[in-house]
Structure formats: structure tokens, C-alpha cells
């Protein structure tokens, strides 16, 4: 599978998809769960409600962040696939990272549902045959397609993850 066509996706995802090394998407997706969970299961609990500046998100909302994005990406991605050609909205994710309240949980807490959200997502990402994984929809006013948002929410974990190792 090529790498995304960059004239398909809007600019701004372009920083993530350049973070994504090689062009297997399923290849992708399993190495950089695995480097992340990698990452954070070496983090002692005390440290996870870490904030590296005063209005910044914990290490816990960080992860709520990337949970909450993958499963946003996932479900366009999925709408997309199934030919639903239902414009999808964009999210606010300093609102979703405000209302998920997830400095009241457990970084074990946050693991276990971040592992069971990574894998749903390489499934129904090694589900899409060819022709699905070329599907194009609408999402925050912009035109995009399923194997982008595969690669996209790959290099979305990936900053997050740099953000992690240079700040927290």
C-alpha cells in the first residue's frame, strides 16, 4: 500500500503523516502501539499526573487525548469505508480533554483501555480491502481519505509520544 497522497489530505495532517516511517499502514499501526505502550508502562504511577507547564494536560489527559483522537479517526475512517458520505465534524480537543475528567483515573486504567483501543483500530484498519482503504469523505470541512486517517492517526500518537520524551 503507498503512502498517503498528500494532495488528498488537508495540510495540517501533513506533520503527522511525515512522522510515519515506511509504507505498510498495518506494519505502522503495530509498531508504534507497541512503542507507545512501551513508553508508558515505564512511568510510575505518581507520575502521571505530571504537567510540564501550568495549562497544560497531564500525562493522564495526554492519554486521554490520544485515546479519545484514535477512536474519532477510526469512526471516519469507518464511516468512509461503508460509502457514508455524511459530512463528519471536527472536535475540540482541548473541550474533550476538559470534560473527560481523566486526572480521576489510574494510569493502569488508561493503559488497559488505550491497548484495547489500538487494537480495535489495527483490525478495522487490516479489515478495509483495497478499494475501501481509498474511499474519500468529508471531515472538519475537508475532503480526506481512509488510508490517510490510518497514517494520520499513526503519526498523531507518534507526536504525541515526542511530546512525551521531551516534556514530561
Not at 479519545?68 to 461503508?82: K, Q, S
Request: charged share 25%; net charge negative.
Amino acid at each position: 500500500m503507498p503512502r498517503p497522497d498528500l494532495t488528498r489530505v488537508p495540510s495540517y495532517y501533513h506533520r503527522y503523516i511525515a512522522q510515519v516511517q515506511g509504507d505498510d499502514l498495518s506494519q505502522a499501526l503495530r509498531r508504534h502501539h507497541s512503542e507507545l505502550l512501551t513508553y508508558l508502562e515505564t512511568l510510575p504511577e505518581q507520575r502521571w499526573a505530571y504537567r510540564y507547564a501550568e495549562s497544560k494536560w497531564s500525562i493522564k489527559e495526554l492519554v486521554q487525548h490520544i485515546i479519545d483522537a484514535e477512536r474519532i479517526f477510526a469512526y471516519r475512517a469507518l464511516t468512509f469505508a461503508r460509502k457514508d458520505t455524511t459530512p463528519l465534524p471536527g472536535f475540540e480537543e482541548n473541550d474533550y480533554a476538559a470534560a473527560s475528567e481523566a486526572d480521576r483515573r489510574t494510569g493502569a486504567d488508561l493503559l488497559k483501555e488505550l491497548k484495547a483501543v489500538q487494537e480495535s483500530s489495527t483490525l478495522l484498519f487490516e479489515s478495509f480491502t483495497p478499494e475501501q482503504l481509498e474511499a474519500n469523505g468529508t471531515a472538519n470541512g475537508n475532503p480526506v481519505y481512509v488510508s490517510a486517517i490510518g497514517f494520520i492517526l499513526v503519526g498523531h500518537s507518534l507526536h504525541h509520544l515526542s511530546i512525551l520524551k521531551e516534556r514530561y
